[in-house]
């Protein structure tokens, strides 16, 4: 936990595809469309986010492959890649949502290649499966879920409405 705890303030702009630069310095009479941490990532000021129902249920979509799969994950993704230009200097960031999301179709898409015989793991699903687990410890989500089965297969009950942030607005400035 005390490792988890430490890289808590690392800043996590490192898609290794994307020259993204990482040290934003604004005045302080601009508009504020960032909202800055001291030591940590900043973030995009879009307001308050509506909290909305989501109801958690087992899909046909989103298969780990095919071409519907790779269509549906791809979709997540708004076409630019999730990259906005913020503060005075009109700096370059990824959105952090897009980030996780296309990490989870990297290591999709990594994973199905493994089980069609292809050798090796692919570095940026490395990185993904890591950065993945960071924004998991770092959300510390405490919401509970129900434990039917302590010993079966399917131990806890995820099924259900969840109450969500209302992802739906930080898809808006893309379109
Ligand atoms: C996914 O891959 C498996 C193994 O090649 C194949 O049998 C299956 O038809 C594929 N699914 C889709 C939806 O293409
Ligand atoms: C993967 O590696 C194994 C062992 O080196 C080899 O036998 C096999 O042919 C390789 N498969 C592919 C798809 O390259």
Redesign the pocket.
Known sequence: MRAARRTLFVVLCILPLLPVKCSPVFGSNEPVQIIMHDEASPTWNLGPLDEVLMDVHNTGNY???????DAQWEALIPANGGLVRLGPHQELFMVSMYHQLKCLDIIRRDY?AG??GKNGTDPLTRHCLNYIRQMVLCRGDRRLECVVDPFGEHAVQVRGTQTCHDWRLVYDHFE
């Open positions: 298969q780990l492959n095919g071409s519907q799969a199905f089980s069609m």
